[in-house]
């Protein structure tokens, strides 16, 4: 298949479920379509094979720092903390804090708006991208998708003005979209927060956890992913009534991690953390904390931007944050980092078994790459490739 669209994307599984072909193409010929798997769709009649949408890739071009071989990329400082406010820090994935950012932004930055995500109040396997402008529209939006979003079908969707101040919440490589995005000429310029991102499962496995306990998906109106303490709960809700609920733990490890929910872009992907982001906030998995708190937040300051915005949200009391060093986070993030340390070894084993990958410049370092993990990571690799074709067979079924 020529790269002269999307669609070479999507066939090749290295599509982040960002949404920007969508927003970006200047034929309107990109639909994102489908009933519970969502998926960037080429109308033929409309495309001209410009190739805007496919040059703007961050799943094909993505973005590296350059000069930075540091695990975490820039970082102007870091912290760990809550938010001020009980309900959020309760009702939140952990610590509350992008909430509570979101809330400062308006309040005491006057933005126009924040592009945010929040589950359909039409199709529980469906996600809104919203232009929040209130704090009550914020509290709406609380909370992890452990599903595709597309979130950057916003910057078509929501009209948004030139001249305006935006925020925007995403994945990392929503925010690589985002940087894109300013760069074709838009207009519009965004200050960037950052969701720290182990993969994002396919919204097959949320179906999975309703059928797996007996749950009518079409009587369920609302679901959770987290909140209610932390690490939290998956709950689904019928009539403001709990019908479901699992500890998040649990649906993770059982469901969310299963191989045929997993996106191969994900496995290849460099950046975990937002390194593009002006802010980046992610889960504070230490020791001291689990078990013994209603959720902790790791949260990095990578712009001048962010550290002001920080710096203003702990003087007014927005949220509470200490300082610490990058080993604290690093130690936070173990897991997800190693995602990052290993990836030209997997990037090479892709390319072993025929697979497409991420074009990006990547060496090899004996001090990051565990040469030990290779018989895993091609087992990985090579379940992914099958898994993808009964992936297709399932989104083939549904149309």
């Known amino acids: 298949m020529k790269k002269n669209n999307i669609s070479y994307v999507v066939a090749n599984d290295l599509c982040t479920t960002c949404g920007l072909c969508y927003s970006i193409c200047p034929e309107d010929a990109i639909e994102i379509t489908g009933h519970i798997e969502k998926t960037p769709r080429v109308m033929d009649d409309k495309c001209t094979d410009c190739k805007v949408c496919i040059k703007n890739c961050p799943g094909l071009h993505p973005i590296t720092i350059s000069g930075k071989n540091t695990l975490l990329a820039?970082?102007?400082?870091?912290?760990?903390?809550?938010?001020?406010?009980?309900?959020?820090?309760?009702?939140?994935?952990?610590?509350?804090i992008v909430t509570a950012l979101n809330i400062l932004l308006l309040k005491e930055f006057n933005f126009d708006g924040v592009v945010c995500v929040r589950q359909s109040r039409d199709n529980i396997f469906s996600n809104d991208v919203i232009l929040a402008s209130s704090r009550e529209d914020i509290l709406t939006a609380r909370g992890s998708r452990y599903a595709p979003v597309y979130a950057c079908r916003g910057m078509k969707d929501l009209s948004l003005g030139k001249g305006k101040k935006y925020a925007f919440v995403g994945k990392p490589c929503d925010i690589q979209a985002v940087r894109r995005y300013e760069k074709s000429n838009r207009g519009a310029e965004f200050f960037t927060i950052a969701i720290f991102c182990a993969h994002t499962p396919s919204m097959y496995a949320t179906n999975q956890i309703l059928e797996d306990n007996g749950i009518?998906?079409?009587?369920?109106?609302?679901?959770?992913?987290?909140?209610?303490?932390w690490p939290g709960f998956f709950t689904a809700y019928a009539k403001n009534k709990i019908v479901f609920q699992k500890t998040y733990s649990d649906v993770w490890r059982d469901v969310f991690c299963k191989v045929k929910y997993q996106n191969k872009r994900c496995v290849l992907c460099h950046d975990c953390t937002g390194e593009s982001a002006d802010i980046s906030v992610g889960d504070a998995w230490l020791d001291e904390y689990m078990g013994k708190s209603t959720g902790h937040s790791v949260v990095i300051a990578r712009t001048a931007d962010g550290e002001k915005i920080i710096q203003h949200g702990i003087n007014k009391k927005y949220f509470c944050l200490d300082e610490v060093g990058e080993a604290k986070v690093i130690q936070s993030q173990q897991s997800l980092l190693d995602k990052k340390r290993n990836i030209y070894i997997k990037n090479m084993l892709s390319r072993m078994i025929a697979e497409k990958v991420p074009e990006e410049k990547l060496?090899?370092?004996?001090?990051?790459?565990?040469?030990?993990?290779?018989?895993?990571?091609?087992k990985l690799l090579l379940l992914i490739k099958i898994m993808r074709m009964v992936r297709k067979k399932w989104r083939d079924a549904e149309r």
């Open 74 to 96: 820039d970082c102007r400082s870091c912290y760990v903390g809550y938010s001020s406010d009980d309900n959020i820090r309760f009702s939140s994935a952990s610590g509350g």
């Open 216 to 229: 009518n998906a079409g009587n369920v109106d609302k679901i959770e992913y987290r909140g209610n303490g």
């Open 363 to 378: 060496s090899f370092s004996r001090h990051s790459n565990d040469v030990r993990r290779i018989p895993g990571f091609l």
